[in-house]
C-alpha cells in the first residue's frame, strides 16, 4: 500500500510545482483523518491544492464560497416541500462530498461557522432532528487570508481546534514561478489529471497510519509539549486542549508512515509540532504562538 502515497505524491506534483513539502503536509493531514487549515494569500495555489486532491483520489470535490450572507444550511443541506409526493425531502448540502473547500472560512458568519462543527469532529450533519452520515473519507481543506480582515470573523477556538494541521503555501521561487508559465504553453492543466488511487485506498492507507507504534517515551514527549502550553500564563491565555493532543500524535504516525516507517520518533513530533499546535493556542501580550512553540521544541527534553 505505501506505492500508493508516493504515487498520490508524483500526481499532485503534476500540478502543484514546487511544494512537495505542502503536499506532504496535506497528506498527514489527510491520514490522520483530520482536516487542513491554509492560511495564505490569494492566488497561490490552495483551491487548485484541493481540486488536485478530489482528482487524485477519485473523489467528490465540493466548494463553498464562504460570504456574510452565506446561511448554515448553504452548507449543511436543508428540507424542501415536493408538492408533487406531499412530502419534505432532504436536498443534501456541498459537506455531502469526499474533499470539502471552504474558501475564505473566515467570511462566513459564526452562525455559518458552526454548522462546519458536527462534521469536521463527528463526520455528519444533523438538520431538523435527522441526523445523516457524509461520504468517508471526508477531508475539509479550509483557506483564510492573513491579511486582509475588513469583513471577516476571526474563527473560534472551538473551530480552529478541529483542524488537524495549519500552513502556509508562501510564494513560489523565481525557478517554480517560471515552471508554472511553461506548463501553461504545453496546455497541461487540471482537468488531464487522473485519479491515482481510490476512495478505498485512502481508507485502508489512514487504517495502516492508525497502526504506526508510538512508544510510551514519546507519548510521554507528547504530553510534556503540550501541558507546558497550559503551565505558563504570562505567555500563554489558552493552551492546547487534549484534542490537540491526540491530534500530534495522530500526526506523527501518519508523517512516520509517509516515510515508510511502522515507527514514529521525537523528529516526526518536532516537525509536525509547528503546523499541528500554534493555531490552537492564543498567546499573550501580543506574542507569536509560532515562536512560543519553537521555543518549547528547544526547551522541552525528550522523554
Known sequence: MRDRIQRLSDNLGKVIVGKQESIRLVMVALLSGGHILLEDVPGVGKTLLAKSLAKSIDGKFQRVQCTPDLMPTDVTGTNIWNPRSGEFEFMPGPVFANVLLADEVNRATPRTQSALLEVMEEHQVTVDGVTRKVPSPFFVVATQNPVEYQGTFPLPEAQMDRFALSLSLGYPSEAEELQMLERLQSDQSIEDLQPCISLEEV?????????????????????????????????????????????????????????????????????????????????????????LIRELLNTVPVA
Not at 493532543?245 to 508512515?257: D, G, S
Not at 521525537?266 to 509536525?272: E, F, M, R
Request: charged content about 25%; hydrophobic content about 40%; glycine content about 4%.
Open 203 to 291: 481508507q485502508e492507507l489512514q487504517r495502516l497510519a492508525a497502526q504506526v507504534k508510538v512508544e510510551a517515551s514519546l507519548q510521554k514527549y507528547i504530553l510534556n509539549l503540550v501541558r507546558t502550553t497550559r503551565d505558563r500564563p504570562e505567555d500563554i491565555v489558552l493552551g492546547i486542549s487534549p484534542r490537540g493532543t491526540v491530534a500530534l500524535q495522530r500526526a506523527a504516525q501518519a508523517y512516520a508512515f509517509i516515510e515508510n516507517r511502522d515507527y514514529a520518533i521525537p523528529d516526526d513530533v518536532k516537525k509536525l509540532a509547528p503546523h499541528v499546535l500554534p493555531h490552537r493556542m492564543i498567546a499573550a501580550g501580543g506574542k507569536r504562538t509560532q515562536a
